[in-house]
């Protein structure tokens, strides 16, 4: 005997469809808003259902944004001809939350993955080499992950960009804050003595 309500149920399921929210974690979400006061699920599920249409892509960088285009592509303080490729939006926000860089950037969405389907046509490449062809972008910052689908993306956009007048750099890896040298693996060390910067 199925003993969950139906509205329950569809809840279940749907919050089952996020990644890595299984059954029991879906279950458990379900139930803490059904406890919760119904002004919360409410605001949730207003929230969720203007989400598509509040946000778009800027049709620049393609970052999510409410305007087209983003906040960061129209900001005269940004430095345009400076551009850092970053693989999904979560990377730029981490980047920004640095307060460091001071240029625009270029989603991605996705890196290259041969045994999956996605190539280049996949991700956002050809807009990238339109960017550099188009608006006098002299540097261009690749900030894919260190993972192996990160470092091939990189590699390949490299490769493709070689040929353009731009210059091109990558994000230095090395040993994260507070963690004792000799605990780190020697690819990290390795790619930390690599990028080893002059005082
Ligand atoms: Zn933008």
Known sequence: MNVVPPALERLIVDLNRLPGVGVKTATRLALYLLRRPAVEAQSLAR?????????KLCSNCFAFSESDPCLICADPQRDPSLVCVVEEAADLMAIEKTGTFKGQYHILHGVLSPMDGIGPDEIKV??????????????????????????????????????????????ACGIPMGMDIKYA?????????ESRKKY
């Not at 929230?47 to 946000?55: D, F, G, K, M, T």
């Not at 894919?144 to 689908?149: L, N």
């Open 47 to 55: 929230n969720l259902s203007e989400l598509h249409e509040a946000i």
């Open 126 to 171: 050809g807009a990238l080499i339109d960017r550099i062809d188009k608006q006098g972008i002299k540097e261009v910052l690749i900030a894919t992950s260190s993972t192996v689908p990160g470092e091939a993306t990189a590699a390949f956009l490299i490769d493709r960009l070689q040929s353009k007048k731009v210059k091109l750099t990558r994000l």
């Open 185 to 193: 693996d020697e690819i990290t060390l390795g790619r930390a003595i």
